[in-house]
């Protein structure tokens, strides 16, 4: 019953890939992040919280074993051919994750963190048992194939059941709203190298699960799997990236763009399993080549912008970014590279994200043109609110860019930064050139995609066409569509050139460098920038519907006539975790306080319960 | 080898008509207002007098700051040149679709928020915001618009757009999206207004102040450009025409009327500006949502075929 068969079919090797190629920079990143002596601008009066990761070399082996274990782990969970292989890794995974959000125990709230973090991804965990269970009653195996043959006779109302505890359950995992609850807090709790791992692939395995799972192994038949998979990508989209915006810690700002980039990404999954049960082969590959797409992109630039905000917080000691400002000076290429990443998940031209966000337009779009009915306004408007989150990633992106590094220092921290060293600078140079080299070759990367697409759909690939070359995507369906993003950005530089060099033609002399205008006001500070909650104030207006914030203000008196200082706070209410998890917790406690009648700490009573216990059994056996 | 001369041609003339476009527009609202107004030509006057003057740059400004002028113009002639105008194949073509368009503007638009942030001003943090806030929500409107287009060629290629095809009420209501989009995209009355420096109101004009001289004409250029793109894309919707044949005689009257419709929807844009007030910016959430909903119904009609 228990084999220990691994599988290495295109899908499996292709989330191999996207483990092995982030757990390298993030490796070498770490070098550098632990290393004693690689900040030296942090020494004496200044060291801040910085100077707390400093870890015993004990530790630091504790660290590296947990890594091991937990790139090993994930490369298990995609590849393990049998359920309960599959669960154990699975198991591993969380709870090494779970130490290493816990990891630095001085911390207050990388306690509470990871006890939000245990207990969501083990309520994702009892889900996924009881889905294996119910495909082992059917099937009598765990082996993964002999499931997938099994599953073709499965009845629908069971498929049905075991989609949705396998949803409940991968997306726990994959932080699908509203169970994303557990995402923003664990992620920038643990340390850098291991939040570009989680966020950049841990969540990966979830969006595997259900590719794996449902997709792969019990075969869509209902189109509305793939509806409700749309519905609750679009909310995830919108909401994580709204929570982002408000945010101001850039760990947790870039926790919450997960939430919003697996929604993108299961808007490909979601397309991919819609067309599956509409039978409609081309864009059934299509889509979820757009999804996986995402996927590695995701990865990608996610890791390198966590590795950009660990260098950042062991530069300055802090994650918030209203204490951040000027580091572009300070750290270049720090910098550079948070640019990088920036513009690939704001879906710039021609980096990694904008072909993937393409890919998954036109998928929308090819799917509107070729359903009937209802469903091409469904993915219309899917469609329009991509776009609304592609506008809102960039304005995030702006804020978080344009705050962290531009302008001038806002507190003493950012001043005496200095840019990070060689082996971290590595990793994130490594990670930069991918997310460049994955924008440029998309016709090659699509190429390979297909391959992963058609093994785990099942579909042949034959003679469809989706690049013209390995340069251009061309879907087959829609004539004289092109995407060449070479070209592309082999045009918008030459024509940038040429814009320098009319600049040049019209006289060479130097700028004046003065300061900025200042209305006449006789000294402009950092305290006169713009700071990231008054960037995201008309989208917090905007969005006041769902966001439901409230300020609180306080002036301190010197005397009634002179108002000596002004607090002003806002905030935003949590809906998520005031509307639904506090009332659940609430509940939990209740029933565990009327469970607690039954131990009222008397001996007498406990031996009744174990003679009552001992007779039940009596008779349970006499009877069966 | 003339199909490129024709692409480079193409891109020159985007540059050379676009601030035109914008005169017509200033003039049109000075002659509504019965005041005599600037004249027509200048837009080239401002573009000629910027490029020869120094230029100042403020101490706190990174490279950011400078390169954003000519990547934001890259993006909008990368744009032009994939709008076709004299030519139905330009080997620039393969660089994208209507989609893609959507795209190579963020680019300029991402690097023009970040300078605008780059030198401290705070004025150049409420523009960049506020840019940022308008735009995305411009964004599902022009998507909306540019799929219920699409939708009656069956794909989103630039060429099936350019060629000549029916008016339905579905590319009339996307029309109108899109209408309502470029007010937006332009930084037009009622959503922003060109002609103020006032702190509270500006938007698109807050984020450049702190640009001059060189600098600041290759960003009213790009500007231009964008407009005339903008614009370009409503009229094909409304007034479609196909692409002219190899004579020349047919190329010019071709030309003529492709120029003529563009100036059309800049008539219509004069005379809405003169016509409306600017809006409170919470207000244009209400005013984008407007066109996508519009978008909506456009594809709705697609849907049903009318």
Same mark, same amino acid.
């Given at each position: 019953m228990l084999n220990f068969n691994l599988l290495f079919d295109p899908l499996s090797l292709f989330f191999l890939f996207v483990i092995f190629i982030i757990?390298?920079?993030?490796?070498?990143? #770490?070098?550098?992040?632990?290393?004693?002596?690689?900040?030296?601008?942090?020494?004496?009066?200044?060291?801040?919280?910085?100077?707390?990761d400093k870890y015993s070399r004990g530790k630091l082996t504790l660290l590296w074993f947990l890594f091991v274990a937990f790139v090993a782990s994930m490369a298990l969970v995609v590849t393990a051919a049998n359920l309960l292989i599959f669960l154990a890794a699975w198991e591993i995974m969380s709870l090494i994750s779970y130490f290493l959000v816990v990891f630095e125990t001085g911390q207050e709230k990388s306690i509470q963190a990871g006890l939000i973090y245990i207990v969501m991804t083990h309520i994702g965990t009892a889900f996924l048992i009881a889905a294996f269970l119910l495909m082992y009653q059917h099937c009598h195996s765990f082996d993964i194939l002999v499931i997938k043959n099994a599953c073709q006779a499965m009845p629908a109302q069971l498929k049905n059941?075991?989609?949705?505890?396998?949803?409940?359950?991968? $997306?726990?995992?994959?932080?699908?709203?509203?169970?994303?609850?557990?995402?923003?807090?664990?992620?920038?709790?643990?340390?850098?190298?291991?939040?570009?791992?989680? #966020? $950049?692939?841990?969540?990966?395995?979830?969006?595997? !699960?259900?590719?794996?799972?449902?997709?792969?192994?019990?075969?869509?038949?209902?189109?509305?799997? $793939?509806?409700?998979?749309?519905?609750?990508?679009?909310?995830?989209?919108?909401? !994580?990236?709204?929570?982002?915006l408000m945010e101001h810690d850039i760990k947790r700002l870039l926790?919450?763009?997960?939430?919003?980039?697996?929604?993108?990404?299961?808007?490909?999954? $979601?397309?991919?399993?819609?067309?599956?049960?509409?039978?409609?082969?081309?864009?059934? *590959?299509?889509?979820? *080549?757009?999804?996986?797409?995402?996927?590695?992109?995701?990865?990608?630039?996610?890791?390198?912008?966590? =590795?950009?905000?660990?260098?950042?917080?062991?530069?300055? !000691?802090?994650?918030?970014?209203?204490?951040l400002g000027g580091l572009i000076k300070k750290m270049p290429q720090t910098a550079f590279y948070f640019l990088i990443g920036s513009m690939g998940i704001s879906a710039l031209p021609?980096?990694?994200?904008?072909?993937?966000?393409?890919?998954?337009?036109?998928?929308? /779009?090819?799917?509107?043109?070729?359903?009937? +009915?209802?469903?091409?306004?469904?993915?219309? *408007?899917?469609? +329009?609110?991509l776009a609304l989150t592609g506008g809102l990633a960039a304005a995030c992106f702006v804020k978080a860019f344009g705050i962290t590094f531009l302008a001038e220092p806002r507190s003493r921290r950012a001043e005496e930064a200095r840019e990070v060293s060689f082996s971290m600078k590595a990793g994130m140079l490594f990670l930069s050139f991918l997310t460049v080299i994955f924008g440029l070759a998309a016709g090659w990367i699509v190429a390979l995609l297909a391959k992963v697409a058609s093994a785990s759909t099942g579909i042949e690939i034959g003679s469809m066409i989706f690049s013209l070359n390995i340069f251009t995507l061309s879907p087959q369906t829609a004539k004289g569509v092109y995407l060449s993003t070479p070209l592309l950005a082999l045009v918008l530089i030459v024509l940038g050139m040429a814009g320098f060099g009319v600049y040049m033609l019209f006289g060479r002399r130097k700028p004046v460098i003065y300061k900025t205008w200042d209305c006449g006001y006789y000294k402009l500070s950092s305290r006169n920038e713009y700071t990231a909650t008054a960037f995201s104030?008309?989208?917090?207006?905007? %969005?006041?519907? /769902?966001?439901?914030?409230?300020?609180?203000?306080?002036?301190?008196?010197?005397? %009634?006539?002179?108002?000596?200082?002004?607090?002003?706070?806002?905030?935003?209410?949590?809906?998520?975790?005031?509307?639904?998890?506090?009332?659940?917790?609430?509940?939990?406690?209740?029933?565990?306080?009327?469970?607690?009648?039954?131990?009222? +700490?008397?001996?007498h009573l406990y031996l009744a319960y174990i003679f009552a216990a001992l007779l039940l059994l009596i008779i349970f056996m006499q009877k069966f | 080898m003339t199909k490129t001369a024709l692409t480079f041609l193409q891109i020159i003339l985007f540059i050379a008509v676009s601030p035109f476009l914008s005169g017509l527009i200033t003039k049109i609202k000075n002659n509504v207002r019965m005041r005599k107004g600037q004249s027509i030509w200048q837009p080239y006057f401002n573009l000629l007098k910027l490029f020869s003057k120094q230029e100042?740059?403020?101490?706190?400004?990174?490279?950011? /700051?400078?390169?954003?002028?000519?990547?934001?113009?890259?993006?909008?002639?990368?744009?032009?040149?994939?709008?076709?105008? /004299?030519?139905?194949?330009?080997?620039?073509?393969?660089? !994208?679709?209507? =989609?893609?368009?959507?795209?190579? %503007?963020?680019?300029?638009r991402f690097f023009m928020a970040l300078a605008a942030l780059d030198t401290g001003s705070s004025f150049g943090g409420m523009g960049a915001s506020r840019e940022m806030f308008i735009s995305s929500l411009a964004e599902p409107g022009l998507c909306l618009a540019i799929f219920a287009i699409s939708l009656q060629f069956g794909s989103t290629s630039i060429l099936a757009f350019s060629a000549s095809h029916a008016v339905s009420i579905s590319s009339v209501l996307a029309a109108a999206a899109?209408?309502?989009v470029t007010l937006a995209e332009t930084s037009r009355i009622p959503v922003d207004n060109q002609e103020t420096h006032l702190e509270l109101t500006m938007v698109h004009e807050a984020m450049l102040l702190e640009y001059s001289g060189r600098s600041l004409a290759l960003i009213e250029l790009s500007s231009y450009i964008k407009q005339m793109i903008l614009f370009f894309l409503i009229a094909q919707v409304v007034f479609p025409i196909g692409m002219p044949g190899a004579a020349l005689a047919p190329i010019s009257l071709w030309f003529l009327w492709y120029l003529a419709r563009i100036l059309i929807i800049a008539v219509v844009v004069a005379l809405v500006e003169v016509s409306l007030a600017k809006m409170r910016l919470f207000r244009v959430a209400d005013f984008l949502g407007f066109a996508f909903v519009l978008g909506i119904i456009a594809v709705v009609c697609a849907m049903l075929g009318v």
């Amino acid at each position: 019953m228990l084999n220990f068969n691994l599988l290495f079919d295109p899908l499996s090797l292709f989330f191999l890939f996207v483990i092995f190629i982030i757990s390298l920079p993030s490796a070498i990143y #770490s070098l550098g992040y632990f290393s004693p002596k690689a900040n030296p601008c942090l020494s004496g009066r200044q060291a801040p919280a910085a100077e707390k990761d400093k870890y015993s070399r004990g530790k630091l082996t504790l660290l590296w074993f947990l890594f091991v274990a937990f790139v090993a782990s994930m490369a298990l969970v995609v590849t393990a051919a049998n359920l309960l292989i599959f669960l154990a890794a699975w198991e591993i995974m969380s709870l090494i994750s779970y130490f290493l959000v816990v990891f630095e125990t001085g911390q207050e709230k990388s306690i509470q963190a990871g006890l939000i973090y245990i207990v969501m991804t083990h309520i994702g965990t009892a889900f996924l048992i009881a889905a294996f269970l119910l495909m082992y009653q059917h099937c009598h195996s765990f082996d993964i194939l002999v499931i997938k043959n099994a599953c073709q006779a499965m009845p629908a109302q069971l498929k049905n059941i075991i989609f949705i505890l396998l949803l409940v359950g991968f $997306g726990t995992k994959a932080g699908i709203v509203p169970l994303h609850i557990w995402l923003p807090y664990a992620h920038p709790q643990a340390p850098s190298h291991i939040s570009s791992l989680m #966020s $950049g692939v841990m969540i990966k395995t979830a969006i595997y !699960g259900l590719i794996r799972f449902v997709i792969f192994t019990l075969g869509v038949n209902s189109s509305w799997w $793939g509806m409700l998979i749309l519905v609750l990508a679009v909310i995830s989209c919108l909401v !994580g990236v709204i929570y982002a915006l408000m945010e101001h810690d850039i760990k947790r700002l870039l926790a919450y763009h997960s939430v919003e980039n697996i929604g993108i990404i299961l808007l490909g999954v $979601g397309l991919s399993m819609f067309f599956i049960a509409r039978n409609m082969p081309y864009l059934a *590959i299509f889509s979820l *080549i757009a999804g996986l797409y995402h996927l590695v992109n995701h990865a990608i630039f996610k890791g390198l912008l966590f =590795l950009c905000a660990g260098s950042v917080y062991k530069a300055t !000691g802090t994650r918030d970014m209203e204490k951040l400002g000027g580091l572009i000076k300070k750290m270049p290429q720090t910098a550079f590279y948070f640019l990088i990443g920036s513009m690939g998940i704001s879906a710039l031209p021609p980096l990694n994200g904008f072909v993937s966000e393409w890919l998954t337009l036109q998928a929308f /779009f090819l799917g509107a043109s070729s359903v009937i +009915g209802g469903a091409k306004l469904f993915l219309g *408007i899917c469609a +329009g609110m991509l776009a609304l989150t592609g506008g809102l990633a960039a304005a995030c992106f702006v804020k978080a860019f344009g705050i962290t590094f531009l302008a001038e220092p806002r507190s003493r921290r950012a001043e005496e930064a200095r840019e990070v060293s060689f082996s971290m600078k590595a990793g994130m140079l490594f990670l930069s050139f991918l997310t460049v080299i994955f924008g440029l070759a998309a016709g090659w990367i699509v190429a390979l995609l297909a391959k992963v697409a058609s093994a785990s759909t099942g579909i042949e690939i034959g003679s469809m066409i989706f690049s013209l070359n390995i340069f251009t995507l061309s879907p087959q369906t829609a004539k004289g569509v092109y995407l060449s993003t070479p070209l592309l950005a082999l045009v918008l530089i030459v024509l940038g050139m040429a814009g320098f060099g009319v600049y040049m033609l019209f006289g060479r002399r130097k700028p004046v460098i003065y300061k900025t205008w200042d209305c006449g006001y006789y000294k402009l500070s950092s305290r006169n920038e713009y700071t990231a909650t008054a960037f995201s104030k008309p989208f917090r207006i905007a %969005f006041s519907f /769902f966001l439901m914030p409230y300020r609180k203000t306080e002036k301190i008196r010197g005397s %009634f006539y002179h108002v000596k200082s002004f607090v002003y706070e806002t905030h935003t209410t949590p809906v998520f975790k005031k509307y639904i998890y506090a009332p659940l917790v609430a509940l939990v406690f209740k029933s565990a306080r009327f469970m607690r009648r039954i131990q009222p +700490g008397s001996i007498h009573l406990y031996l009744a319960y174990i003679f009552a216990a001992l007779l039940l059994l009596i008779i349970f056996m006499q009877k069966f | 080898m003339t199909k490129t001369a024709l692409t480079f041609l193409q891109i020159i003339l985007f540059i050379a008509v676009s601030p035109f476009l914008s005169g017509l527009i200033t003039k049109i609202k000075n002659n509504v207002r019965m005041r005599k107004g600037q004249s027509i030509w200048q837009p080239y006057f401002n573009l000629l007098k910027l490029f020869s003057k120094q230029e100042v740059v403020s101490g706190t400004a990174s490279w950011i /700051f400078r390169a954003a002028p000519f990547i934001a113009l890259a993006s909008c002639l990368a744009a032009s040149a994939l709008i076709p105008v /004299f030519i139905f194949v330009s080997p620039l073509q393969r660089m !994208g679709d209507l =989609l893609a368009l959507i795209f190579i %503007f963020a680019l300029g638009r991402f690097f023009m928020a970040l300078a605008a942030l780059d030198t401290g001003s705070s004025f150049g943090g409420m523009g960049a915001s506020r840019e940022m806030f308008i735009s995305s929500l411009a964004e599902p409107g022009l998507c909306l618009a540019i799929f219920a287009i699409s939708l009656q060629f069956g794909s989103t290629s630039i060429l099936a757009f350019s060629a000549s095809h029916a008016v339905s009420i579905s590319s009339v209501l996307a029309a109108a999206a899109l209408f309502l989009v470029t007010l937006a995209e332009t930084s037009r009355i009622p959503v922003d207004n060109q002609e103020t420096h006032l702190e509270l109101t500006m938007v698109h004009e807050a984020m450049l102040l702190e640009y001059s001289g060189r600098s600041l004409a290759l960003i009213e250029l790009s500007s231009y450009i964008k407009q005339m793109i903008l614009f370009f894309l409503i009229a094909q919707v409304v007034f479609p025409i196909g692409m002219p044949g190899a004579a020349l005689a047919p190329i010019s009257l071709w030309f003529l009327w492709y120029l003529a419709r563009i100036l059309i929807i800049a008539v219509v844009v004069a005379l809405v500006e003169v016509s409306l007030a600017k809006m409170r910016l919470f207000r244009v959430a209400d005013f984008l949502g407007f066109a996508f909903v519009l978008g909506i119904i456009a594809v709705v009609c697609a849907m049903l075929g009318v």
